[in-house]
Antibody, heavy 118, light 108 residues
Framework: QVQLVQSGVEVKTPGASVRVSCKAS????????ITWVRQAPGQGLEWMGW????????FYAEKFQGRITMTADTSTSTAYMDLRSLKSDDTAVYSC????????????WGQGTRVTVS | SFVLSQPPSVSVTPGQTARITCGGN??????VHWYQQKPGQAPVVVVNDDSARPSGIPERFSGSNSGNTATLTISRVEAGDEADYFC???????????FGGGTKLTVL
């Protein structure tokens, strides 16, 4: 069974950048793709984008276009999400999840990474 | 952009049936996934592809999708079902994913 383990808590100042990592362990041969979702305090889920672990193709939510980059290192089974020009309303828990395709359910989730921008 | 509408809250007593709706324009043409999220925990898929139940999810959880409304039905509700529930779809034209705003299920 695949597990996704994310990097730790981050505290950033406005204008800075953050990188969150998501390492897969276990049966990583069927990872396919990783999606990133965030949840602001007391709010709902917000989709940020998806990266194919086959070819590195990325699909970003329009809201984050221009300040988000998703990458993956297949040799270490690790996905990364970089978010630039942080603002206070980027304060949220950022989570990675497995998804074969954007149309599929996100069936395995990381534990989440709390990012505070202040 | 495509919008999914959920009621903010639903309340039921133990043993009753809870129905949580997810409205969207012609949502019946899309695959709908449902997630359960308890405080401080990651979301868990309880129904995928409108009505499929992942391994380990009780049969009490079921889903349907037609027209402009998808519905998550929880039969014989238990105290442990109290959580936030989110619906989700992929919008092919535009190639993006949308979540509903979430519904808080309270078991009285």
């Amino acid at each position: 069974q695949v597990q996704l383990v994310q990097s730790g808590v981050e505290v950033k100042t406005p204008g800075a950048s953050v990188r969150v990592s998501c390492k897969a362990s276990g049966s990583t041969s069927n990872m396919y793709g990783i999606t990133w979702v965030r949840q602001a305090p007391g709010q709902g889920l917000e989709w940020m984008g998806w990266i194919s672990l086959y070819n590195g193709n990325t699909f970003y939510a329009e809201k984050f276009q221009g300040r988000i980059t998703m990458t993956a290192d297949t040799s270490t089974s690790t996905a990364y999400m970089d978010l630039r020009s942080l603002k206070s309303d980027d304060t949220a828990v950022y989570s990675c999840a497995r998804a074969k395709h954007r149309n599929d359910a996100f069936d395995i989730w990381g534990q989440g990474t709390r990012v505070t921008v202040s | 952009s495509f919008v999914l509408s959920q009621p903010p809250s639903v309340s039921v007593t133990p043993g009753q049936t809870a129905r949580i709706t997810c409205g969207g324009n012609n949502i019946g043409r899309r695959n709908v996934h449902w997630y359960q999220q308890k405080p401080g925990q990651a979301p868990v898929v309880v129904v995928n592809d409108d009505s499929a139940r992942p391994s380990g999810i009780p049969e009490r959880f079921s889903g349907s999708n037609s027209g402009n409304t998808a519905t998550l039905t929880i039969s014989r509700v238990e105290a442990g079902d109290e959580a936030d529930y989110f619906c989700q779809v992929w919008v092919r034209d535009g190639d993006y994913v949308v979540f509903g705003g979430g519904t808080k299920l309270t078991v009285l």
